[in-house]
């Protein structure tokens, strides 16, 4: 059955599925949809309209749901939808959307958010992403799956992050950084491939070899971003194992607009 706290405030057009568990003082608003088996800590405020998966953890004090931090939004009906199995730790803070762009703030499932990581409006965040504490999306950011950020890292409102990054401590991401890499600082800079992180995920020495190739293509042979993408392309035809890796980067690549970590 679901547990509400005596002292929760839930509001009446709230939908909450069987086993949620609602915590002491919070506060769960019209427009909000929790799917069973998640349960919401102490004095947390959660805000519509927000769409919650299955099974995700939100420790006390989060702020979610609520309006945009954008001077534009005019009270449109923008939302945020999030997954399933994710873990929310305590004092996150994650927008809604604004009509300026697809109007949805969207989390995948399987995510690992530590405390005080703020997510603004209309962030496209993947699965299996990992967000360490202080860690801050500006508005518009697209972070892909497996991706992992670093503590007190802030990354620039319309950023893209491919699948596979490691992002170290404290950086400052103003560009998009490819997949696979490994980046850190402030300026920012690529310091490699993020082989451990690949091996851990199952990727072969054949795979590694292919994403070291890119990294090259990238880094290393004084290419244009196009050329680059041309012959990462032709790299699927050399070694077919990595044909998905390949056309993961080769996509990437072709959505680039504010350049890429160097």
């Known amino acids: ?15 909450l599925g069987e086993t949620v568990e609602v915590g002491p ?3 769960v608003g019209a427009g909000v949809r929790i799917g069973e088996g998640t349960s919401i800590g102490a004095h947390c405020v959660i805000e519509g309209p927000s769409r919650f998966g299955r099974d995700n953890r939100i420790a006390p004090y989060c702020a979610l749901g609520g309006a945009p931090q954008d ?11 999030i997954g399933d199995g994710n873990t929310i730790r305590e004092y996150c803070n994650f927008n809604r959307g604004t009509a300026q762009d697809a109007g949805v703030t969207r989390i995948g499932d399987d995510n690992w958010f530590m405390a005080n990581v ?6 496209q965040v993947g699965s299996h992403t990992v967000m360490a504490n202080y860690a801050a999306l ?5 972070l892909d799956d497996w991706t ?14 491919g699948a596979h990054v490691m992002i170290g401590f404290s950086s400052a991401v103003s560009q ?14 690529v310091r490699g491939v993020n082989l451990e992180g690949l091996r851990r995920r199952g990727f072969d020495a054949e795979r590694l070899g292919a994403v070291k190739q890119m990294h090259r293509l990238l880094y290393r042979q004084g290419l244009t971003l196009e050329q680059a993408r041309e012959a990462v392309a032709r790299l699927a035809d050399d070694v077919p194992a990595a044909a998905a890796d390949a056309a993961l980067m080769t996509a990437f ?3 680039v607009t504010r350049g890429i970590a160097r």
Request: a negative charge.
């Open 148 to 161: 992992i950020v670093g503590g007190l890292s802030g990354i620039h409102q319309f950023c893209r992050v």
């Open 1 to 15: 059955m679901t547990r509400i706290h005596p002292t929760a405030i839930v509001d009446g057009g709230a939908e």
């Open 25 to 27: 003082y919070t506060i």
């Open 176 to 189: 998009d950084v490819p997949p696979f890499m490994m980046v850190d600082g402030n300026p920012l800079a």
């Open 118 to 123: 703020h997510i603004a409006h209309d962030c």
């Open 71 to 81: 001077k534009k939004y005019r009270g449109e009906p923008t939302e945020l939808h």
């Open 138 to 142: 500006a508005g518009h950011v697209h």
């Open 253 to 255: 690549l072709a959505r």
